[in-house]
């Protein structure tokens, strides 16, 4: 046979054993191609669209923050610190003119200091003197914003007792209060991203609560509803066409899809609050769902720099860590609610309902964990040993702040803290694989597939060249062997 003709069939062999490795390539592929669970060696790992702030150069939610304040897991001053902090701001304005800028500063050391050690009509009394001075100047807009904040967050927190008791002149303070917390917002939305915001919001859920404390039993105060059930709020394959909830994204990022532009990836967070009969409620400065770690974040930090822990904080982390997938977070909110219930309102009826509702959120948590035992067993002991760590951390700080003030040492030394025996504990959680998504994405797997069908493809030609290449070889043989016979013959 011509060496043309060898080549020839060769290249057919070829081609045909090419075909035939692309059609089972093909067919292999097929039924896995329409479930991209198939390829999980392709997932790639997405940081949630909840890690873009709200606010250019803002702070992003991680899930360790929630966990961190519910356990008490930071540092936080003590009255020592306050009344030291105190007696050197009232120096400091003692020998500066009281229009002075840094008088103003100072003024509202003097009453984040006040109201820290429970002086908050005094605290209220110098953010009036400082407004009214700051007014005088013509001051306006932005400039008065923490003079705005402050004052308003005295208020709220001098006459909420008092108000919540039924006092009608201490309803009126607290009103003035939710007023000039609006304010706030108004000349600086981005303060603290976006806390003063929330303030507002959650102070006025509080003052609704006062003329109608129904309102206790049915929302929270971000406004997620308290008769939701728990497997219809982490039932995700039903629920993604309603509220989505059971993740902290939706669909949408799950299945891959760019957001509509860069600014917009936001958008795929889930939303939470504001749900079913809660426009009946006079909240005016919250009256839609909203991305879920905004309210969390003005939570936190209201807890870790306002007034600290209370039940309403704690129901509201509760269920809106429930409602993105977060049981493990949602069961100790749950259970630290239930520690502060009796702060919850003033009628113990209504301060059992609260621990009867937590105690089910958490029974049926534990029902959606029953195929990991081990981690329901744990939920308790975990939860009491983080927060006696994280209380007891607090103490210490507190402790070793008062010692070094009583020997004299100042606050205001970078190096105040350099011999506090637990500097180098790392009190705050570390994030965990909760801030990560593991995806695999449409195009990824496209080419995987092409380049597999490719690959079969290219063997199989390989396979079709060397078979005609033995089966030529042998019949090449096998005519020179009869040729040789008929010769000899």
């Keep these: 046979m011509s060496a043309t003709r060898r080549v020839a069939l060769t290249a057919l062999a070829m081609t045909a054993g090419w075909c035939v490795g692309w059609l089972v390539g093909a067919i292999g592929n097929l039924p896995a191609s329409f479930d991209s669970s198939n390829y999980p060696f392709l997932a790639r790992s997405y940081p949630p669209p909840h890690h873009v702030p709200k606010y250019e150069g803002g702070v992003a939610f991680r899930f360790a923050m929630a966990h961190d304040v519910i356990h008490e897991r930071f540092a936080k001053h003590g009255p020592a610190y306050y009344r030291e902090r105190d007696r050197l701001a009232r120096e400091k304005l003692a020998d500066l003119p009281a229009d002075d800028p840094s008088a103003f500063d100072l003024t509202d050391d003097l009453g984040v200091g006040l109201d820290r050690l429970g002086r908050s009509d005094e605290a209220v009394a ?28 005295f208020l709220i927190h001098g006459s909420f007792k008092q108000a919540a008791a039924g006092d009608a002149s201490a309803r009126e303070r607290f009103g003035e209060g939710v007023g000039f917390i609006r304010k706030s917002v ?9 806390r003063e915001q929330w303030q507002a919001a959650i102070a006025e859920f509080l003052l609704a609560t006062m003329d109608d404390p129904a309102l206790l039993k049915t929302y929270d105060c971000l406004g997620n509803r308290l008769d939701l059930g728990t497997r219809q709020i982490l039932d995700r394959e039903n629920n993604w066409v309603e509220t989505a909830y059971g993740r902290p994204y939706d669909v949408a990022f799950s299945k891959g899809e760019s957001p509509s532009s860069p600014g917009s990836v936001r958008d795929q967070i889930t939303k939470v609050g504001a749900e079913t009969g809660w426009l009946g409620v006079p909240l005016p400065s919250h009256r839609a769902p909203v991305a879920f770690d905004e309210p969390t974040l003005g939570i936190i930090g209201m807890w870790r720099q306002g007034g600290g822990a209370n039940p309403h904080f704690a129901l509201a982390l ?11 977070i949602a069961w100790t909110a749950f259970e630290r609610a239930i520690r502060l219930a009796d702060r919850y309102s003033t009628d113990p009826a209504i301060q059992e309902f609260l621990r009867e509702h937590c105690r089910k959120r958490q029974a049926q948590i534990e029902e959606t964990l029953t195929s990991d035992p081990a981690r329901v067993a744990r939920l308790l002991p975990q939860f009491e040993a983080e927060l006696a760590y994280g209380q007891g951390y607090q103490k210490d700080y507190q402790e070793f702040e008062a010692a070094k003030i009583a020997a004299g040492a100042s606050i205001e030394d970078d190096h105040f803290l350099d011999d506090f025996p637990r500097r180098n504990e790392s009190i705050a959680s570390r994030s965990g694989a909760e801030e990560a998504f593991a995806r695999v994405d449409r195009k990824d797997m496209n080419t995987y597939i092409a380049a597999d069908i490719q690959a079969k493809a290219l063997l199989g030609a390989g396979l079709a060249a060397i078979a005609t290449a033995v089966f030529l070889r042998w019949k ?7 040729a040789r016979t008929s010769a000899v013959a």
Excluded at 127 to 150: C, I, P, V
Excluded at 186 to 194: D, I, K, Q, R, W
């Design 186 to 194: 108004e000349v600086n939305p981005e303060a603290h991203f976006g």
């Design 126 to 153: 110098a953010m009036r003197e400082k407004l009214a001075r700051q007014e005088a100047k013509g001051l306006q807009g932005r400039d008065l914003y923490t003079s705005y904040a402050n004052l308003g967050t």
């Design 476 to 482: 090449s043989r096998r005519r020179a062997g009869k």
């Design 318 to 328: 509760g269920e809106t860590m429930l409602r993105v997938g977060q049981r493990s």
